[in-house]
């Protein structure tokens, strides 16, 4: 069956019901939520219903929340009972279910976890959780121009990250870790350890390996001014970004095709080939390690260099002759 959500409807309702803050915030997740969800193939309008209806019982009364428990038969834990805002998310779940009458398991669980997370999650989960972290009315958290950034190639790494930041800050303000957060952050740790996502400790033989082989390839085709920046300590993009320019588009690519074909030689595929066509910004991304082949201009106009200053230069000489 087609979606047939009855989105100006739910809009209309939820104008009433919440604050102005926390209606902005909703349109916010709304929006972040529908970016996603074309990113990662999910459908656009359950996104859209999950991240509309993921606060919805946010601003009810206590004693309104504790009616709704009652009649749904929400076990409220003492921990909740301090703070009822703790179970806004699995309220708001049961009146996504019973007042807005959603009856799809995927949109009620991505709001029943919005606030927690929880290990395994769908993607349709993974995108209302993040989006209601970032979404461009957040500004306050750490990290989250690094957050929006990284969310744009990888999900769960995006997610581990909030997890892991949200985690920190709850310990350092003493507050209650829900056990189901704790597992959460543990599986997505657990799942980009063994893909080598994070950990950069274990991955730096092999990212000098690749560095070096790359440089040469590089060389070997006379690459203009090839730098390195060694990021480890400023960002878990990458460990390293290899810069150059070509100096027209023939010999951009050229720089892109004997690199990645020596690579290949050695064992190492690119994740991803952006700007192939264009031939003014190629990037291959080997997950630590990027390589950015500029034009003179853009490379210039980027300044790849100034902006990611706090990395710390690596000499190049001594890794190609090395
Ligand atoms: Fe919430
Ligand atoms: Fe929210």
């Known amino acids: 069956m087609q979606n047939n959500y009855n989105i100006t409807g739910i809009r209309n309702h939820l104008l009433k019901q919440l604050s102005e803050n926390r209606y902005e915030h909703t349109l916010g997740v709304e929006k972040t939520a529908v970016s996603l969800a074309k990113l990662y ?96 009315g957040r500004t306050k958290a750490p990290n989250l121009d690094e957050i929006r950034r990284v969310v744009m190639k990888d999900l769960d790494k995006a997610l581990y990250m909030i997890l892991s930041d949200t985690i920190n800050y709850l310990k350092t303000s003493k507050k209650y870790i829900v056990p189901t957060t704790m597992e959460a952050y543990e599986y997505y740790k657990n799942i980009l350890d063994t893909t080598g996502e994070i950990n950069m400790e274990k991955n730096t033989d092999n990212s000098m390996d690749l560095l070096k082989t790359a440089l040469k390839a590089l060389d070997d085709k006379l690459a203009e001014d090839i730098q390195v920046l060694d990021i480890r300590d400023l960002t878990v993009i990458a460990d390293y970004f290899i810069i150059a320019h070509g100096n027209n588009k023939s010999h951009i690519k050229a720089l892109i095709d004997r690199t990645d074909e020596v690579l290949s030689k050695n064992g190492y595929e690119p994740k991803q080939v952006e700007g192939y066509n264009s031939a003014s910004w190629i990037l291959l991304d080997y997950g630590n390690i990027i390589i950015h082949i500029f034009s003179k201009e853009d490379r210039l106009f980027y300044d790849l260099e100034r902006i990611w200053s706090d990395g710390k230069k690596i000499d190049v000489k001594s890794l190609i002759e090395d």
């Open 41 to 136: 193939n999910v459908d656009i309008e359950k996104a859209r219903v999950a991240a509309l209806l993921h606060d919805c019982a946010k601003n009810l009364s206590d004693d309104k929340k504790l009616e709704l428990c009652e009649k749904y038969n929400i076990e409220v834990t003492e921990e909740q009972k301090k703070n009822l805002d703790l179970i806004h998310a699995e309220i708001g779940s049961v009146m996504a279910k019973y007042e807005y009458e959603i009856d799809d398991e995927d949109i009620l669980n991505a709001i029943t976890y919005h606030t927690t997370g929880k290990p395994n999650m769908s993607n349709l989960e993974k995108i209302i959780y993040v989006s209601d972290y970032i979404e461009p």
